[in-house]
């Protein structure tokens, strides 16, 4: 069995060596397409062992930088087309001196580049509650010699003080979530609002976030930033009803909202109840969106 085994991570690792000659174009291509995605996924998650090493990336906007990754769990951090759309957005947006937030950090590939992107005069604040994927953030910024980019343990929510992760099975992402919720497993952690966070740090001029389901907890927490500072936000919607709490809570504080994966179409509610229940979405103050059309932003490329 130990010899299989061997033999599957060898293999694994050939294959991962020679989907980097695969052009970049064709991958994002393949990955834009659901049925194609489905159907490499599964493929490559038959073949490719959970095994974590640092991987080098070889194409895409991470290009360059080494992450420490689970071989088959973070499949399209390896191949470069990690959420495509998103850092194409970044790069249109983002340029030295920003001040960026990144809420729900992970494993740090958007802090990764958006650290690039801002330095060398910018700053990213990396939130992320969760012990496991806080230490792999703190290791992939180390691997790639990361100095602006300030990682926190903490969750993001509308309060702060102590609030409950919670999740129904190892395989899930923590959520924020109530004491009193059953069948859940449970953490209790630190949580702090941006708008406390904002009063002994710099305000942001783009706050990304991917908090699974939890975003309309974020912007209720920022609605001083949202009415004073008005930044950026881009944000992934996971949970229909926290989808449409965060789209009228940034409606409320007159935001445009985008949905990035259809070519920057207007998220209307006319429209909502078509979009997919997990999904990124640009808001944008409604002064500053002439500037963002003159420099072409909702022009899709690759």
């Known amino acids: 069995?130990?010899?299989?085994?061997?033999?599957?991570?060898?293999?694994?690792?050939?294959?991962?060596?020679?989907?980097?000659?695969?052009?970049?174009?064709?991958r994002v291509t393949v990955?834009?397409?659901?049925?194609?995605?489905?159907?490499m996924g599964k493929f490559l998650n038959f073949l490719i062992p959970s095994l974590v090493s640092v991987v080098g990336i070889t194409a895409g906007p991470l290009k360059g930088f080494r992450l420490e990754l689970d071989h088959r769990k973070e499949i399209w951090h390896w191949l470069g087309i990690y959420e495509p759309e998103v850092f194409s957005a970044f790069q249109k947006i983002v340029n030295n001196g920003m001040v960026i937030y990144d809420v729900g950090a992970h494993v740090g590939s958007h802090s990764l580049i958006l650290a690039r992107l801002c330095a060398p005069k910018g700053q990213v604040y990396a939130f992320e509650p969760d012990a496991f994927w806080f230490n792999r953030l703190i290791r992939n910024l180390e691997l790639n010699s990361i100095k602006n980019v300030k990682p926190?343990?903490?969750?993001?929510?509308?309060?702060?003080?102590?609030i409950y992760l919670g999740r129904l099975s190892k395989?899930?992402?923590?959520?924020?979530?109530?004491?009193?919720?059953?069948?859940?497993e449970k953490i209790e952690t630190s949580s702090i609002s941006l708008d406390d966070f904002c009063k002994s740090n710099l305000p942001p001029q783009l706050i990304k976030i991917d908090v699974e389901g939890g975003e309309d907890r974020v912007f209720l927490g920022a609605k001083g930033i949202l009415r004073q500072h008005r930044p950026i936000i881009i944000c992934e919607l996971h949970v229909p009803d926290?989808?449409?709490?965060?789209?009228?809570?940034?409606?409320k504080y007159d935001y445009s909202n985008f949905y990035l994966e259809n070519?920057?179409?207007?998220?209307?509610?006319?429209?909502?109840?078509?979009?997919?229940a997990t999904h990124h979405i640009f808001a944008c103050p409604k002064?500053?969106?002439?500037?963002?059309e003159r420099a072409g932003l909702f022009k899709k490329n690759l």
């Open 242 to 251: 926290s989808t449409r709490h965060a789209l009228e809570i940034l409606q």
């Open 152 to 162: 926190l343990q903490l969750a993001v929510s509308e309060v702060s003080g102590k």
């Open 287 to 292: 002064e500053n969106l002439s500037f963002f």
């Open 31 to 39: 990955s834009r397409i659901p049925l194609l995605r489905s159907i």
């Open 171 to 184: 395989t899930e992402f923590w959520h924020l979530t109530e004491e009193k919720t059953s069948g859940w």
């Open 1 to 26: 069995m130990e010899k299989i085994k061997n033999l599957k991570i060898l293999f694994g690792r050939i294959l991962i060596t020679i989907s980097q000659f695969v052009p970049y174009r064709i």
């Open 263 to 276: 070519n920057y179409s207007e998220i209307t509610s006319q429209n909502i109840s078509s979009i997919p």
